[in-house]
Nanobody, 125 residues
């Protein structure tokens, strides 16, 4: 059973930066991908970035492109989400997710099997 623990959320002013971390208990499949989703109050969960843990290939949603970067430290079994130029529209609960199914990893669907508890990001104007 994989456990995901997010950290790094907080409150920042517009234009600021944060780096979220997702510590993973174990990688058990070479097809594991990991992703960051976010959900603002009253809105659907939105995928923002994903990484394939074997190749380190990444993909970032158009809504955050050029501002958010996903990366991993395989030795630390940690995935990061670096967020720059934050705006109030980025305010949301941010979740880390993992899965080993190719069809799930290839989409932005929130059908990932494993989820963390979330970390809150609040951006003030």
């Amino acid at each position: 059973q994989i456990q995901l623990v997010e950290s790094g959320g907080g409150s920042v002013q517009a234009g600021g930066s944060l780096r979220l971390s997702c510590a993973v208990s174990t990688f058990t499949s070479k097809y594991y991908c990991m992703a960051w989703f976010r959900q603002a109050p009253g809105k659907e969960r939105e995928g923002v970035a994903r990484i394939f843990t074997v190749t380190s290939d990444t993909d970032v949603a158009a809504s955050v492109k050029d501002r958010f970067t996903i990366s991993q430290d395989t030795a630390k079994k940690t995935v990061y989400l670096a967020m720059n130029s934050l705006s109030p529209e980025d305010t949301a609960m941010y979740y880390c997710a993992a899965d080993n199914r190719v069809d799930v990893c290839d989409s932005w669907r929130s059908a990932y099997h494993y989820w963390g508890q979330g970390t809150q990001v609040t951006v003030s104007s």
